[in-house]
């Protein structure tokens, strides 16, 4: 130990060390705890008595043991409460329970704990750190990422304030006195927030999952000032504009950005509408025997008995703005508030031509850089038309414009691409539909919320829209398959996974059959190179058996809520079942122990 501490100090600083060598007297591996309360001098690296020690010893010539138990405890001892806990214990009994706690997720720190957050005079003063985090959908990662930035800031005593901007609204709204007063502001978000706000501040903006895997990192930034000042474009306003990107961001993320603003507008009138036609359609096949009806009053189904017909009209409603919002919304994104108009007119237009859901998609950029465009052709009006440039020229132009360009440019070709995807679809060979299923299910499972699982869902909302039912059956399938999977490997290949790992089998379950993708993030990224591929395959292999079991879905979210109104429910559990169960075993065999 000696000879270790001749060669450098092993004084992590915070008043905590681990002095550790390797010898060849020692046959196997062993750590001895000490604490001194009152400090000594270790020549820490921080200049601070150390008050915890941590001594290992481990055999000459053997494995790096030693190293993963010290990787292990440097990352307990982040917690400055459980730090304080251990220099605190009275007995060794009363040292190990509190690793023990801490090991099983069970420690909670005292209720009168002064280290709970070592907050700065700077600090109490103000909040030091304001963030915003934001998702497409708004379910998981949101809420993820901000426990991530609020977590990591406590342990550095760090004053933070997070805003959500999830599936319900902005939550803990950031206030204009505390924008002034923060020392950094971070943005991670996948979709677009309320940007003006922070016009001249330096703003650090990146993505969502950044939040979650890299806060440490963003709020050195933040706080370190490595962030340009923001600029509110001009007439941007307060609403969902401008945000969520960056000046240097690549072409292709600004398009995901655009393409994600539209799509989480548009989900809560998809979801809503889907699943009031569904519950249509089921009373329909629970009221009326269609076999004895002529070919006539079948085409009328879902709309054949009076209860059926009401459900109907209101979803198919709330359906009618899908096309419309996804436009306006992408539109507005470019464009901010004058691109609304015109990328809804744009949607909705994509609707009466048949150019339908891809129509809409285009029709809203087109909007959206169009509006751009007169945007800086008007620039050269006097100064006393500005106020009317909104309210007249904008919407004026703009919906003329994108009107021809929808019914001449957009519409034509479009349709004909859609007649074609749907025959395509209709007369498909039976082999081809499993490698399309196959496909969409893995793709939920690459990311797990991220481009590739949105691209998978949006395309199967997409055909949902057309009149096809299979795609999108495929990819919600395929969403549930990674949590439910995690968490049957949790339990059977118990070995594999820590004891806090295990303990999220309930709630991994549950987030897989509401269709919550997301619960599987934190075992994917810990382990990507192992839990990806798993989950990857057993996905794939259900998305497929979708497919080979003719599964229909009119319902796009809902997961084991909306099983009653999917053609052939059987065969949809059976091949989440089988799917999450390849993925389980899968990955129980290809993980490393754990324990």
């Not at 940007?195 to 370190?224: H, Q, S």
């Not at 198919?316 to 007119?345: E, K, N, T, W």
């Not at 465009?373 to 006097?382: D, E, Q, Y």
């Not at 009149?467 to 969403?479: D, F, L, P, R, T």
């Amino acid at each position: 130990m000696q000879a270790r501490e001749a060669s450098g100090t092993t004084g992590l600083g915070d008043g905590i060390a681990t002095p550790h060598a390797k010898s060849a007297g020692v046959k196997a591996p062993g750590l001895a705890a000490m604490t001194i309360p009152e400090g000594i001098d270790f020549q820490s690296m921080d200049g601070n008595p150390a008050r915890l020690f941590f001594a290992i010893a481990a055999p000459d010539g053997g494995n790096d043991e030693h190293l993963m138990i010290l990787s292990k405890l440097a990352t307990m001892v982040m917690d400055p409460d459980f730090k304080e806990a251990l220099i605190k214990a009275k007995t060794k009994e009363e040292f190990l329970k509190i690793i023990d706690d801490k090991e099983d997720g069970k420690f909670k720190a005292p209720a009168d704990s002064a280290n709970a957050v070592q907050l700065s005079k700077e600090a109490a003063d103000h909040i030091q750190i304001l963030a915003v985090t934001a998702c497409p959908t708004g379910i998981a990662h949101t809420f993820m990422a901000a426990e991530s930035l609020e977590q990591h800031a406590k342990k550095r005593g760090i004053s933070i304030k997070v805003e959500t901007n999830g599936s319900g609204g902005a939550k803990n709204v950031l206030t204009a006195e505390e924008i002034a007063k923060a020392d950094g502001i971070i943005v991670a978000a996948d979709k677009n927030v309320a940007m003006a706000r922070f016009d001249g501040k330096k703003v650090v903006i990146t993505k969502v999952a950044d939040g979650i895997n890299k806060a440490d990192e963003l709020i050195d930034r933040a706080l370190g000032g490595q962030a340009p000042v923001y600029h509110a474009k001009a007439g941007e306003g307060g609403g969902d504009a401008g945000g969520g990107g960056g000046e240097n961001e690549s072409v292709g993320r600004q398009i995901y950005k655009h393409l994600m603003n539209g799509v989480s507008h548009m989900l809560p009138f998809v979801i809503g509408g889907g699943i009031l036609i569904a519950i249509s359609f089921l009373i329909d096949g629970a009221s009326v025997d269609l076999n004895s009806l002529p070919a006539e009053e079948r085409s009328k189904f879902g709309n054949i008995t009076p209860l059926a017909h009401v459900f109907n009209g209101i979803g198919g409603a709330s359906f009618g703005f899908m096309l419309p919002v996804l436009a306006g919304f992408i539109s507005m994104s470019i464009a901010d508030r004058p691109g609304l108009a015109a990328g809804f007119v744009g949607g909705a237009l994509s609707a009466s031509n048949g150019s339908g859901f891809l129509g809409a998609l285009l029709a809203g950029f087109v909007a959206g850089f169009l509006v751009n465009a007169l945007k800086k052709i008007l620039a050269v009006l006097p100064a006393s038309l500005e106020g009317t440039k909104p309210i007249l020229f904008y919407p004026l132009l703009g919906i003329l414009f994108i009107g021809l360009i929808c019914n001449f440019v957009i519409g034509p070709p479009v349709a004909g691409i859609n007649e074609w995807l749907k025959d395509t679809l209709g007369h498909m060979d039976p082999n081809a539909k499993l490698i399309m299923g196959a496909v969409i299910g893995g793709m939920m499972a690459i990311d797990m919320g991220g481009p590739l699982n949105k691209a998978a869902y949006v395309t199967g909302v997409g055909l949902l829209a057309d009149g096809n039912y299979y795609v999108i059956a495929a990819a919600m399938a395929g969403g549930m398959v990674p949590p439910i999977a995690i968490a049957i490997s949790t339990i059977f290949f118990k070995s594999k996974f820590t004891e806090n790992e295990r303990k999220t089998a309930p709630t991994n379950i549950i987030m897989g059959l509401s269709f919550i993708t997301e619960g599987a993030i934190p075992f994917a990224a810990g382990d990507p190179l192992h839990v990806i591929p798993a989950c990857a395959i057993g996905s794939a292999l259900t998305g497929a058996l979708v497919m080979m079991f003719d599964c229909t879905l009119m319902a796009p979210h809902g997961g084991i809520f909306v099983v009653p109104t999917i053609g052939n429910p059987g065969g949809y559990l059976m091949a989440i079942a089988v799917g999450s169960i390849v993925g389980a075993v899968i990955l129980g065999i290809i993980r490393k122990t754990r324990e």
